[in-house]
């Protein structure tokens, strides 16, 4: 079964610094991994996705990520915070061979003017 | 361009009411998904359908659930009966299909059982 683990329940940043948020997974075969960010009362919206190829990934919002198989991680960074990204980030893995999402436990950004 | 719908957006009743929580996932989406989420249990798949059959329901946590999909464009997720563990956000998400494609989240049920 696939386990991911997002270090930090809650990370604060003041606006214009750099947003790294982690996220490492267990799987003895390389899942597909996404970030997904939700906002107060709503769903979840997609960041950013990796599938194959390119390790580094580029997403919605200037928000980046960089698959490292060896360091079995995922992490997310933003290089420079805006106020608007406050909200609560989750890592997710789906197996290659099955369908299923399996979620962090979800870090939340606040970001201080 | 429409997202996925769910309603109603909250929900209050009393334990032992039937409760049906309702999805219209993005037109031409083929899979469909119903997500639960409490503080201490995080975003659990309770179960995906894909071309309107279920295909995985293991995450149904007991028999007082239900969920159907009788069209490619209405999914019901229901409890009965309904109790007070039950409380929590519930998430329908669909996506084009299996695989590696991206899921599309509604903005989600809120349910206080009392």
């Known amino acids: 079964a696939q386990s991911v683990t997002q270090l930090g329940s809650h990370v604060s940043v003041s606006e214009g610094a750099l947003v790294l948020l982690r996220c490492n997974y267990s799987?003895?075969?390389?899942?597909?991994l996404f970030w997904y960010v939700q906002y107060p009362n709503q769903g979840l919206q997609l960041l950013l996705k990796?599938?194959?190829?390119?390790?580094l990934v580029k997403g919605i919002n200037g928000f980046e990520a960089e698959f490292k198989k060896s360091e079995t991680s995922f992490h997310l960074t933003k290089p420079s915070a805006h106020m608007s990204d406050a909200a609560e980030y989750f890592c997710?893995?789906?197996?290659?061979?099955?369908?299923?999402?399996?979620f962090g436990a979800g870090t939340t950004v606040t970001v201080r003017a | 361009d429409a997202g996925v719908i769910q309603s109603p957006r909250h929900e209050v009743t009393e334990m032992g009411q039937e409760v049906t929580l309702r999805c219209k996932p993005i037109?031409?989406?083929?899979?469909l998904f119903w997500y639960r989420q409490t503080m201490m249990r995080g975003l659990e798949l309770l179960i995906y359908?894909?071309?309107?059959?279920?295909?995985?329901d293991s995450g149904m946590p007991e028999d007082r659930f239900s969920a159907k999909m009788p069209n490619a464009s209405f999914s019901t997720l229901k409890i009965q009966p309904s109790e007070p563990r039950d409380s929590a956000v519930y998430f329908c998400?669909?996506?084009?299909?299996?695989?590696?494609?991206?899921?599309?989240f509604g903005d989600g049920t809120r349910l206080s059982i009392l």
């Open positions: 990796y599938t194959t190829g390119a390790t």
């Open positions: 997710a893995v789906s197996p290659v061979s099955d369908y299923k999402l399996s």
């Open positions: 998400a669909s996506s084009i299909d299996l695989g590696n494609q991206p899921q599309h």
């Open positions: 359908f894909n071309n309107n059959v279920p295909i995985d």
């Open positions: 799987s003895s075969v390389p899942p597909y």
């Open positions: 037109s031409g989406h083929n899979s």
